[in-house]
């Protein structure tokens, strides 16, 4: 039983930066690997970033890649989402997920948060 709850959405102009967080409660967070996913309206949600519970392993979608970091503070129970260099095809709900095993498949997450908002303007 884990809760998940994002902040850090917002509008943004493209070029700016904003860092999403995920603060996590019940369980234990540290024995998740944790995941993040954005979903833009009419389209599916698509994978973006993972980090393996300890840190070791991490993946990030290829439109992303040198733009976005993924970080985790196991002590304090949150993970982040660093967007640097935003660009308007980033706008999307932002969703973090916590699943036992390392995935990037969103079907093998079993916990979810509610989502927050980015929007990026041209």
């Known amino acids: 039983q884990v809760q998940l709850v994002e902040s850090g959405g917002g509008l943004v102009q493209a070029g700016d930066s904003l860092r999403l967080s995920c603060a996590a409660s019940?369980?234990?967070?540290?024995?998740?690997?944790m995941g993040w996913f954005r979903q833009a309206p009419g389209k599916e949600r698509e994978f973006v970033a993972a980090?393996?519970?300890?840190?070791?392993?991490?993946h990030y979608k290829d439109s992303v890649k040198g733009r976005f970091t993924i970080s985790r503070d196991n002590a304090e129970h949150t993970v982040y989402l660093q967007m640097n260099s935003l660009k308007p095809e980033d706008t999307a709900v932002y969703s973090c997920?916590?699943?036992?095993?390392?995935?990037?498949?969103?079907?093998?997450?079993?916990?979810w948060g509610q989502g927050t908002q980015v929007t990026v303007s041209s």
């Open positions: 997920a916590a699943s036992k095993i390392y995935s990037l498949v969103e079907d093998r997450y079993d916990y």
């Open positions: 019940g369980g234990t967070f540290s024995s998740y690997s």
């Open positions: 980090i393996l519970w300890n840190g070791a392993m991490i």
